[in-house]
């Protein structure tokens, strides 16, 4: 699921170009060893962290025992707005692909809001199952996106590449650093791993979540990059160094990867290439609606927008409530944007990608700190406590991370092109502060006069030892859910509300 999410033959086909046409040039491999080194380092706090919060909220419970329910609503609120404009964000980019396909190979005109109709009726139909109906599509989508990658890829390498040979010069970490604008290079490297920490999402639903989901993470972290990594490097040997950022500025970006693959494939695999695109896209929409529906879900567990959001499904134990909820928001996202006249990829998957990016990436910046919070300024776990996983690596990932916050925010306007000019997409920055101050005020009004309800916020977690969700009271707060209270009396009187 979490790999899925990241989309990796859209991530090297959208993203590999831009980089090599108008950031860092050749060194965009460069670049995702760059961001591989940083995300593994930040990685390193989160795993801990979901080793001992298991949370189908994620960030929102790890940063509200970390930094505290105040923090913790806001980041929560704003990986919300992220997970469900993503779903609409891919929607435009799948509808994109499979009209351009379906026009060019099958000669049929179809609107793009077709396509998008089908994706989210197919969407809905999926998640309303029990999540691994879901998986087993995902796995049979991204399977056949990396295998293409890969044929492309040890094509070159085995070939001995293209006109300049196995060039060493893209994997140079310097000249991820150089080029016409690196940080825009960058940005799209990072942008790539999209997804990734949604793997602890999945902790309520896995068998073993405390092996399970550091598993998932080192895997969509580092096995992803290293993927990343070859598969853009090879693409660039391909081509030929000076040809690749030729390429990457034409009329036709995807030919950094669609030449190569039919030199030293063959034509079947670029028409495969093509259908995969469309494949791809949506593997990673649906992925992102699960993780939409699961945050809402948590949400609704908790009180929150409405309760029935925090139902599941009797037979197939699925958020389906929480779904049909994403999917009613996508639909009205995507419909906006067509009744306004918006292009697909242009505008409606720019500016909501974009936006979703900017507020994730905010809390994944939080979210490294909070670490330290909870091992080390709130002591708990001491079994676990150590200079180097909990506080050094979280350290040294948080402060990347707001190194690649500001990267984000100086080339924002650049990395969205002509979407930058419209409304929508000046509203962003304001809309991500409107949802964050409102989430530390809501959150401050229940402290003052709903202290029962405040004593939830981010603390709903799952006991995998009794199988069951309960609220974690342990976490130490100015607060106590009764006057005089015990925090056995608390947890209780907490379960019977959320009961």
Request: proline letters at 4%; glycine letters at 12%; a neutral charge.
């Amino acid at each position: 699921m979490a790999v899925a999410t990241c989309a990796p033959i859209t991530a090297m086909a959208g993203n590999v170009p831009i980089a090599v046409g108008f950031g860092n040039g050749i060194g965009a491999p460069g670049g995702y060893i760059f961001a591989l080194v940083v995300l593994t380092i930040f990685s390193v706090g989160f795993l801990m962290m979901a080793r001992y919060i298991t949370t189908a909220g994620a960030f929102y419970g790890f940063i509200s025992h970390g930094l505290g329910r105040v923090v913790g609503l806001a980041c929560g609120l704003l990986c919300v707005f992220c997970y469900v404009i993503f779903e609409p964000a891919l929607v435009g980019i799948f509808s994109a692909f499979a009209h351009d396909t379906v026009q060019a190979q099958l000669g049929l005109n179809v609107p793009w809001p077709v396509f998008a109709g089908i994706m989210l009726a197919a969407i809905t139909i999926l998640t309303y199952f029990d999540i691994n109906l879901t998986a087993k599509v995902l796995a049979i989508f991204l399977l056949t996106e990396i295998s293409v990658l890969l044929f492309m890829a040890f094509g070159v390498l085995f070939s001995g590449g293209g006109p300049d040979g196995i060039s060493l010069a893209p994997l140079n970490p310097i000249n991820a650093f150089k080029g016409v604008a690196p940080g825009l290079g960058l940005i799209f490297a990072f942008w790539s791993w999209v997804g990734f920490e949604t793997s602890a999402v999945y902790g309520e639903e896995s068998k073993n979540p405390k092996r399970n989901i550091p598993l998932a993470i080192l895997i969509s972290v580092v096995g992803v990059g290293i993927f990343y990594t070859f598969v853009s490097w090879m693409a660039i040997d391909g081509n030929g160094l000076h040809q690749s950022v030729a390429l990457a500025k034409g009329s036709n970006p995807f030919a950094l990867f669609i030449n190569p693959t039919r030199e030293f494939v063959g034509g079947w695999a670029v028409t495969l290439f093509e259908w995969l695109l469309i494949t791809g896209s949506f593997a990673c929409g649906m992925a992102f609606h699960n993780d939409a529906a699961r945050y809402l879900y948590n949400f609704g567990r908790e009180g929150f927008f409405s309760r029935r959001l925090g139902e599941t499904h009797p037979v197939h134990g699925s958020p389906h409530i929480a779904s049909f909820t994403q999917t009613a928001i996508a639909t009205l996202l995507v419909a906006v944007f067509w009744a306004t006249g918006q292009d697909p990829y242009a505008n409606l998957y720019t500016i909501l990608a974009m936006g979703g990016t900017l507020a994730l990436l905010i809390v994944q910046t939080l979210c490294s700190f909070a670490v330290i919070g909870y091992f080390h300024v709130k002591g708990y776990h001491p079994e676990a406590r150590n200079w180097l996983t909990t506080f050094a690596a979280p350290l040294v990932g948080g402060i990347g991370m707001i190194v690649v916050v500001f990267l984000l925010i100086t080339n924002f306007s650049t990395a969205a092109g002509s979407a930058s000019s419209s409304l929508a997409f000046k509203l962003i920055p304001w809309i991500i502060c409107a949802i964050a101050i409102g989430g530390i005020a809501f959150s401050l009004y229940l402290r003052a006069r709903k202290p029962e309800r405040y004593a939830i916020l981010g603390h709903v977690v799952f006991d995998p030892s009794a199988e069951k969700v309960t609220v974690d009271t342990s976490v130490r707060e100015d607060h106590k859910l009764s006057e005089g209270g015990t925090r056995e009396t608390g947890r209780e009187g907490t379960q019977q509300e959320l009961a």
